[in-house]
C-alpha cells in the first residue's frame, strides 16, 4: 500500500495490476523474486490440498469428547506439513490472522493466473490459503459451524458455483456446516433451488431467505445483526458478501471494520468479500458496479485483517 500511487493502484481508471506479476522492472527485483517464489509455494500448497484424504465431521469428533482422539490428535490429522503451513510457504509471505496463517492481500483480487488465463482462472479459489489445523484447535465441543452467504444465487456460475467449491473445501477438512443462510434479492423458485441448485448434503443445514440484505444498522435484514450477533466467538462463523451493489455491500463492510460492540472481530472466523473496485483486469465482468480503487480495496481488506477479521478477496 505505500507503494499503491506508484503502480497506479490509487487510479479510478481501472489500472491493470497484472504487471506485477510479470514485469520486475514494475516493482524492483526483490519484490518481483517474492511473488515468483509465491507463485511456486502456492501452487505446492494446492496440489496438498488435492492430494488430502477426507477426513470425517471434526465437531462430530471432538463431541464425543476425545473417546477415540484427542483434541490434539484431532487437529494433528489435518497439518499439511510437518512444519505446519509454513513448511509449504518457507518465503514467509503468507498474512498471520486470527484464524491462522492466510493468503497475502494481492491485486489483481482473485487468482493472479487470471493474468495469463481470464477465462480458466476468473472464477478460481486456487489463490485462497486455509490453516485447517489452526482453526480446528479453537474449535469446542459447543462450537456451531455457521456460513452466511450474501448473495446466494447458486445458479448465477452455472455449474461452477465457488460458495460450493468452498464448502466443500471446508468439509474435506472435516468442517460441516451446521446453519448455512444464503441471502439472495432475485426471486427464485424454492422448487428448483432445493431440487436442482443445491446439492444434497446442504439439504439439512440450509436456510433459503429469498430476499435481499440491508446495510442498516439493526436492521433484521441485515445478517450482521439479525444473523451474526446472534452467535459467539466459541461458534466458527464465516461469511461471504458478493451482492454487486456496492451501495449495500461496502457499508455492510465497513460496519465489520467499524464493529461498534466489539462482536464482530469476536464471532466472525473467515470473511469473503467481492470487492467491486476499478480494476483493469475485472472491469469487463464488474462494470457498472464498479466504486473506488484497488488501493482503497487493499487498505480495507488489511485493515480488516488488523481488527481480527481474516478477510479474503471473493471471485
Avoid at 174 to 185: A, K, L, T
Avoid at 251 to 277: C, N, R, T, W
Avoid at 283 to 301: D, P
Amino acid at each position: 500500500m505505500i507503494n499503491s500511487d506508484l503502480l497506479g493502484f490509487n487510479n479510478p481508471d481501472n489500472p491493470a495490476t497484472c504487471h506485477i506479476w510479470s514485469d520486475p522492472n514494475k516493482t524492483n527485483p526483490d519484490v518481483f523474486h517474492s511473488l515468483s517464489a509465491y507463485r511456486k509455494e502456492l501452487d505446492d500448497y494446492n496440489e496438498i490440498i488435492k492430494k488430502f484424504q477426507p477426513v470425517p465431521s471434526t465437531m462430530d469428533m471432538l463431541r464425543r469428547g476425545g473417546v477415540e482422539q484427542s483434541t490434539q490428535q484431532i487437529c494433528d490429522s489435518l497439518r499439511l506439513h510437518p512444519d505446519g503451513i509454513n513448511g509449504i510457504f518457507p518465503s514467509k509471505q503468507l498474512s498471520l490472522t486470527s484464524s491462522g496463517y492466510v493468503e497475502p492481500i494481492l491485486p489483481p483480487m482473485r487468482s493472479h493466473k487470471i493474468c495469463e488465463n481470464h477465462g480458466q482462472h476468473l472464477m478460481s479459489l486456487a489463490y485462497l490459503v486455509h490453516d485447517f489445523e489452526f482453526m480446528c484447535r479453537k474449535l469446542k465441543p459447543t462450537s456451531r459451524l455457521v456460513l452466511v452467504d450474501m448473495g446466494a444465487a447458486l445458479d448465477f456460475h452455472g455449474t461452477n458455483q465457488p460458495i460450493v467449491t468452498l464448502l466443500r473445501q471446508y468439509a474435506k477438512f472435516g468442517f460441516v456446516f451446521d446453519h448455512i443462510y444464503g441471502f439472495e434479492i432475485n426471486a427464485k423458485d424454492p422448487k428448483v433451488v432445493y431440487e436442482t441448485s443445491l446439492p444434497e448434503e446442504y439439504i439439512p443445514s440450509y436456510h433459503w431467505i429469498n430476499v435481499g440484505v440491508s446495510a442498516k444498522e439493526g436492521d433484521k435484514l441485515n445478517p450482521l445483526h439479525s444473523v451474526i450477533e446472534k452467535f459467539n466467538e466459541d461458534d466458527f462463523v464465516v461469511v461471504k458478501l458478493d451482492i454487486d451493489t456496492s451501495s449495500v455491500e461496502v457499508p455492510l463492510a465497513l460496519q465489520l471494520l467499524e464493529d461498534k460492540d466489539g462482536v464482530y472481530s469476536k464471532v466472525i472466523d473467515q470473511f469473503y468479500f467481492e470487492h467491486h473496485v476499478h480494476l483493469g483486469e475485472l472491469a469487463g465482468s464488474w462494470s457498472s458496479s464498479m466504486n473506488g480503487t484497488v488501493g482503497e480495496s487493499l487498505e480495507l481488506f488489511s485493515n480488516l485483517r488488523k481488527k481480527g477479521i481474516a478477510a479474503h478477496f471473493w471471485p
